[in-house]
C-alpha cells in the first residue's frame, strides 16, 4: 500500500484502512478491547496503527492530533505509551512538513514494513 500525504493533509486511520467490516474483507481476529482480548472483525488491526505510529513518534514534521492507547495498560506486546488503537479508538496525524510525504506498506514473511519518504514515490 502507498499513501501520499500533501503538506498539512491529515491522515486519518480509521478512514484510510478501515471500515474493519466483513464487508471490507475484514475477518474476526483476536483484538484488545479495554484491556482484555476478545474476537472482533479486523482484529490486529491496532497492530498495524500502533506500527505506524511509532514511524510517525521518529518524524518531527509530522503532528499526532489523536491517539489513543488500548486502556490503561496498553498492549501487552509493546512497550508502555506506544501503542495506537483503531476502531472506536483512532489514531490521526498530519503532515506538518513543507513538502509531500509517502507512507509504503508491506508484509514479507509474517512482519509488517512501513517506511514514510519525501516526496511522492510510486
Do not use: K
Amino acid at each position: 500500500m502507498s499513501i501520499t500525504m500533501q503538506p498539512g493533509q491529515t491522515m486519518d486511520f480509521n478512514n484510510n484502512v478501515g471500515p474493519f467490516t466483513r464487508a471490507n474483507g475484514y475477518l474476526e481476529a483476536g483484538a484488545l478491547s479495554d484491556g482484555e482480548w476478545t474476537l472482533a472483525s479486523g482484529g490486529g488491526s491496532c497492530q498495524i496503527s500502533s506500527t505506524l505510529y511509532n514511524v510517525v513518534l521518529q518524524l518531527p514534521g509530522l503532528t499526532v492530533l489523536r491517539r489513543a492507547p488500548h486502556g490503561p495498560n496498553g498492549a501487552s506486546y509493546l512497550p508502555h505509551g506506544v501503542d495506537a488503537s483503531s476502531g472506536a479508538l483512532n489514531f490521526v496525524f498530519r503532515n506538518d512538513y513543507s513538502f509531500p510525504i509517502t507512507i509504503r506498506t508491506h508484509v514479507q514473511d509474517g512482519s509488517l514494513f512501513i517506511a514514510i519518504y519525501r516526496g511522492s514515490r510510486a
